[in-house]
């Protein structure tokens, strides 16, 4: 069924598509010719050049449908959605074991790595980072690589060889791509240092308006607005998430950040306030100290949405 709507729906876009490039090609013929044509004249040029934008539109629809189903593309979509992840695995390893090329076979084990991290499976996704022959990326993909493992590592919870990662790794950050300022927005969390951690997730926000990254962003700088004792900004954060997202983990990830505001909201309610601050109190966000009681509670709840957000080395 949903094959058939997609087929349908493709053909109303090339159809479509046809028809208005036609209308302007006639606008056009009839604008610049000295004698103008008649009326059956420009039906016939409607006609012709509509037939020609459809097929064109529709020559152009297959090849970004062949490059879909492009086995890469097809792995990460998989990963993404967490459906089969073993399928995603085998055919990341099919890709890269039957490449000739150093250099691609350099990539699609960072790819691989990707795919693990997405699926949460973090001891594979740094088995294959050790395997990669760093020499053969290159100088983009040298960036991801560190920034790989950086993420990975973050995502298991393991700030001690993020550090080190980091260490090695910051001549190549130097002018980091969105997703290793993303990275270094979840270092500066997972570090306590929420400040400079929403200054490297907005710059990331800013420099990649796709969805995945915009929710993965507004995930952790909601996160960092409650470690501050900001419900309304935390709330906020969640509401422009869920207008982005684009995968389950994301889904995942949202539905726990809600569960943590909804226990810092109960526990502004259940804060007695002295009698004389009552109406100065009323309405107000919670102070940083107040969130003390929940720090363990969160803790435990936050590091597995760390762990979810996404890899996007890829």
């Known amino acids: 069924m949903k094959r058939a709507l997609y087929i349908i729906k493709s053909v109303i876009i090339c159809v479509?598509?046809?028809?208005?490039?036609g209308f302007f090609v006639m606008l056009g013929v009839w604008a610049f010719s000295k004698d103008k044509p008649d009326a059956m004249k420009c039906l016939n040029i409607l006609r012709t050049a509509s037939a020609a934008g459809a097929v064109t539109a529709a020559a152009v629809k297959l090849i970004y449908s062949l490059i879909d189903l492009h086995p890469v593309n097809k792995a990460l979509k998989i990963a993404e959605q967490q459906d089969d992840p073993q399928k995603a695995y085998d055919l990341m390893e099919r890709k890269a074991e039957r490449t000739q090329s150093p250099s691609?076979?350099?990539?699609?084990?960072?790819?691989?790595?990707?795919v693990y991290t997405e699926t949460e499976n973090y001891t594979k996704a740094l088995e294959t980072l050790e395997k990669?022959?760093?020499?053969?990326?290159?100088?983009?993909?040298?960036?991801?690589?560190?920034?790989a493992f950086?993420?990975?590592y973050l995502q298991n919870g393991d700030l001690k060889n993020a550090e080190k990662v980091y260490s090695e790794a910051e001549p190549y950050f130097s002018r980091p791509a969105p997703s290793v300022l993303h990275t270094l927005g979840v270092f500066e969390y997972a570090k306590g240092n929420y400040g400079?951690?929403?200054?490297?997730?907005?710059?990331?926000?800013?420099?990649d308006g796709s969805d995945r990254n915009i929710c993965d962003c507004d995930l952790y700088l909601a996160l960092c607005s409650l470690k501050e004792g900001s419900l309304?900004?935390?709330?906020?954060?969640?509401?422009?998430a869920e207008s982005t997202l684009s995968t389950k983990c994301e889904e995942r990830n949202l539905t726990k950040l809600r569960a943590l505001i909804e226990k810092y909201e109960s526990m502004k309610e259940s804060?007695?306030?002295?009698?004389?601050?009552t109406a100065k109190t009323q309405g107000s966000e919670p102070q940083a100290e107040e969130a003390g009681p929940l720090q363990t509670e969160e803790n435990t709840e936050t590091e597995s949405i760390e762990q979810d957000t996404q890899e996007r080395t890829t």
């Open 16 to 21: 479509c598509t046809g028809i208005v490039l």
């Open 104 to 114: 691609k076979k350099a990539a699609y084990m960072l790819i691989l790595s990707a």
């Open 132 to 147: 990669i022959d760093f020499s053969e990326l290159s100088p983009n993909l040298q960036q991801e690589y560190f920034n």
């Open 150 to 152: 950086m993420y990975t």
């Open 196 to 207: 400079k951690a929403r200054s490297y997730l907005l710059q990331s926000r800013s420099a």
């Open 232 to 240: 309304r900004d935390a709330k906020a954060l969640a509401d422009e």
């Open 271 to 277: 804060k007695p306030a002295p009698e004389e601050d």
